[in-house]
């Protein structure tokens, strides 16, 4: 099938995770002609597009644009599959906002439920060996050179990890949020059906990402710790079940994004040609549309600040 990619940034990921999957790159689109046409030729792409109308020969579009643009790309495909990059609004998504969207096989993007890493968390928490779980806390420092707001950069970076403990755990309320001076300090607090999760997000000292996510059980306490400085590629340490390391941790020359996000791509494909069913795609830990909004209502409050 031909695909065809909004965004010459992030969207230059998925010219590698849909060739590998087997498809034609048919066409890229930005806003600068001479940017898009030199992605273009540098990816060997065919069509360097500046308008949405010269990707309506594509079988697949991926949006990978800025995020106050997803809704009306996925509204002008909505007669045909779309695989679009997290966060779907961003913003407080109001009632009959996704009508009619849906109708083909729509996805957003959050791969951390496909990290290596990720499985290995799922098999200590389905051998029930934590016991049931009474707290989560998720703390993720990071800095850049651009420009976001606060709540900007929690979407972009917390959302990531946030993804996973919602689709493993079940939905979660916003009870309290607090927006920091510091350009990326935030804080919430969550609760799913007694379980607490505080969630922060600090900036730090030097450029990189640094997660630190642990989960309290009633027998046992886990722990993941990773992250990122530049010139090196992203690395999860070993999970800690108590303190005891319960696998090697996770590290690859391509990247352990990039294999999640291949790992999606293969998922979204399957679920078009019918090979995977979309319900058991969901338990997979693919993202539809409702699930995704999900994910955004339960941070109603700490949008409505952005």
């Known amino acids: 099938m031909k695909v065809g990619i909004i965004g010459t940034s992030w ?26 046409a030199r992605v273009a030729s540098e990816e060997g792409i065919p069509v360097a597009a500046t308008d949405v109308n010269q990707l309506d020969h594509c079988d697949i579009i991926v949006v990978a644009s800025p995020t106050a643009t997803h809704l009306g790309y996925l509204k002008h495909f909505s007669d045909r599959p779309v695989l679009c990059e997290k966060p779907l609004s961003g913003a407080r998504i109001e009632p009959g906002a996704l009508a009619g969207l849906g109708r083909f096989p729509t996805f957003v993007n959050y791969p951390f439920s496909f990290l290596q890493t990720a499985s290995v968390i799922n098999e200590q928490l389905a051998g029930n060996g934590l016991g049931p779980l009474s707290r989560a806390i998720l703390s993720v420092g990071s800095r850049f050179p651009m420009e976001k707001t606060p709540v900007g950069w929690f979407l972009d970076i917390v959302a990531h990890p946030l993804s996973y403990l919602i689709h493993s755990l079940g939905p979660f309320t916003l009870l309290h949020h607090h927006i920091g001076e510091g350009i990326s300090n935030v804080s919430v ?17 030097e450029t990189g990402i640094q997660i630190h996510l642990t ?7 886990l722990e993941l710790s990773g992250g990122f400085r530049p010139g090196d590629n992203w690395r999860f340490n070993p999970v800690l079940v108590d303190g005891q390391a319960v696998n090697d941790g996770e590290w690859n020359e391509r990247d352990i994004w990039y294999s999640a996000n291949c790992r999606v791509v293969e998922q979204f494909v399957d679920v078009i040609s019918g090979r995977l069913k979309h319900v058991d795609a969901l338990a997979n830990g693919l993202f539809d549309l409702p699930k995704a909004a999900q994910l955004e209502r339960s941070l109603d409050g700490l949008l409505a600040q952005e």
Do not use: C, W
């Open 189 to 205: 607090l969550l609760e799913n059906e007694g379980l607490m999760l505080d969630a922060q997000q600090y900036r730090l000292p």
């Open 11 to 36: 969207g230059r990921v998925h010219v590698g995770t849909f060739r590998e999957a087997g498809h034609e790159i048919a066409a890229i689109m930005g806003v600068s002609p001479e940017g898009t």
């Open 215 to 221: 989960l309290v059980g009633e027998q046992k306490r």
